[in-house]
């Protein structure tokens, strides 16, 4: 499950308590013709949202002279889901603020596409989004797409090595993208924040390693039944591999991790030839069902304020969490989380293909793993320098809280290098933000906060300092 999938999903969860405990605030009709690409293929969708009955949809993909394909459409709060029967696809996503365009994920198989939606008749955008930091060639430093072997899993990766022109050796890092599939640019939205972040980095004299993840691009495997412990063996991999390049200094390689990415990186940090640095960003640091109860109650704050519901959302996310952490029978475990999520036994057709995709995603291994995971635990046991940012407008992992419990962890080890920072107006990919709501992620042109950027690099040079 991807970033972007279980931040739909703790948002469409927070929607479904309101059903029945508050009416919902009245949002523009999303009737009319709406348009996208996705992985280059024209996509035209005809929704039709009344004011009272069901919502029906049809999808058009001309390249492939397919018309008026049936959707399942469901609008929830400010999420929006359409559901493709044959093949198996669905789209997951939120409405951005002016209402013109729908912000999400396209989902066909173990595949997952940044998809955003816009309204036709909207005003007129240019062909693309503005990216102003992403990089463009020609580059003062050496690039070169390689391979390498992840012999515990028996698959080959594939990535992208910068190194500076100046002569060597040089300090390196690998950088770990967040959760679910993602390339070695970490596109997300239009924005390649690893790409942006290793032309920075690289400029500054450090030698970088990013690469596809398990199944993704160029890489093999596959993102199935994944954990974090998978993950920490492909950074292990990448590590082994950066070491081994001339014009390295082999005691001065570290990991870079962002969201997930961070847990894999902490792991890797406390076993044989780990890191000799640790760079995490916007890393989850409380326990994992601690985790998804403050995500699920930043999420709810964006859309209110009032007490009882962020009350009745924390109550039954934990009961959420308890459900699937003491039933391992998943068709027991979904008939319990039905019985919370829809105590009268409705068979309203909205509120059903809501919950379906719900109850199979909060069932999957990678969901368990993620409610399991103890961060503290390894914390406890990292003896490298680390340094470890937020933002403060991140809602998918709070910065205050986790950081904190960063800290916790880190001096449970008795780690005397040790540099937190909450960074002000940013939100979890490290934008300048209003909000920090997801459904900014597209619209902003930054894609990296140059202050961010500057934390990063400056730190990494003065503890690699020759």
């Known amino acids: 499950m991807s970033m972007l999938t279980r931040l739909l999903l703790a948002t469409a969860t ?18 009319g013709n709406w348009s996208g690409t996705v992985a280059g293929t024209e996509f035209v969708l005809h929704l039709t949202d009344p004011a009272t009955g069901a919502r029906t949809a049809t999808l058009d993909i001309p390249e492939q002279s397919a018309k008026g394909i049936p959707l399942q459409f469901t609008a929830p709060g400010d999420s929006v889901y359409l559901r493709l029967t044959q093949p198996a696809a669905q789209f997951a996503g939120l409405r951005s603020p002016d209402g013109q365009s729908l912000v999400g994920v396209w989902q066909q198989g173990m595949r997952e596409f940044a998809f955003t939606i816009t309204r036709e008749g909207a005003a007129a955008k240019p062909a693309g989004p503005r990216r102003p930091q992403t990089p463009q060639p020609p580059f003062p430093y050496q690039s070169a797409d ?66 596809d993840d398990r ?9 199935k039944g994944m954990t974090s412990a998978d993950y920490t063996t492909d950074a292990q991999a990448a590590l082994a591999w950066l070491r081994a390049q001339p014009g390295i200094v082999k005691n001065k390689v570290g990991l870079l991790g962002h969201s997930q990415g961070g847990t894999a990186a902490t792991g890797a940090a406390v076993l044989p030839q780990g890191p000799d640095f640790l760079v995490l960003l916007a890393s989850p640091s409380l326990p994992g069902d601690e985790m998804i109860v403050q995500q699920s109650l930043a999420l709810t704050r964006l859309q209110t304020t009032d007490a009882t519901m962020l009350t009745t959302v924390e109550k039954q996310q934990r009961t959420m969490t308890q459900i699937l952490q003491k039933t391992a029978d998943d068709a027991q475990a979904r008939a319990q989380l039905s019985a919370l999520y829809n105590p009268t036994n409705s ?37 490298c320098p680390v340094l470890a940012l937020g933002g403060s407008k991140d809602v998918q992992v709070p910065a205050k809280e986790n950081l904190a419990a960063t800290v916790a962890g880190l001096k449970a080890a008795n780690n005397r290098d040790v540099t937190i920072k909450e960074m002000p107006g940013l939100n979890h990919l490290f934008q300048t933000a209003t909000t920090g709501g997801p459904a900014e992620y597209g619209t902003i042109e930054e894609t990296f906060a140059p202050a961010a950027l500057q934390a990063i690099s400056s730190w990494i040079v003065q503890r690699t300092k020759k």
């Open 146 to 211: 390689i391979t390498f072997k992840n012999e515990k899993a028996g698959i080959t990766l594939a990535g992208t090595y910068t190194v500076p022109a100046d002569k060597g050796p040089f300090p390196a890092v690998v950088l770990l993208t967040g959760s679910g599939p993602e390339d070695r640019n970490s596109t997300i939205f239009g924005h390649q924040l690893f790409a942006v972040l290793a032309d920075h980095l690289t400029r500054q004299g450090i030698a970088v390693l990013r690469f």
């Open 347 to 383: 068979t309203n057709a909205q509120l059903l293909a809501q919950l379906e995709p719900q109850f199979a995603a909060m069932v999957s291994p990678t969901y368990r793993d993620l409610l399991a995971d103890r961060p503290a635990q390894t914390l406890a046991k990292v003896r």
């Open 14 to 31: 927070a929607a479904l308590i309101t059903l029945g405990a508050h009416a919902q605030t009245a949002r523009p009709s999303l009737t």
């Open 215 to 223: 199944g993704v691009g160029q890489s093999g495997g596959t993102q």
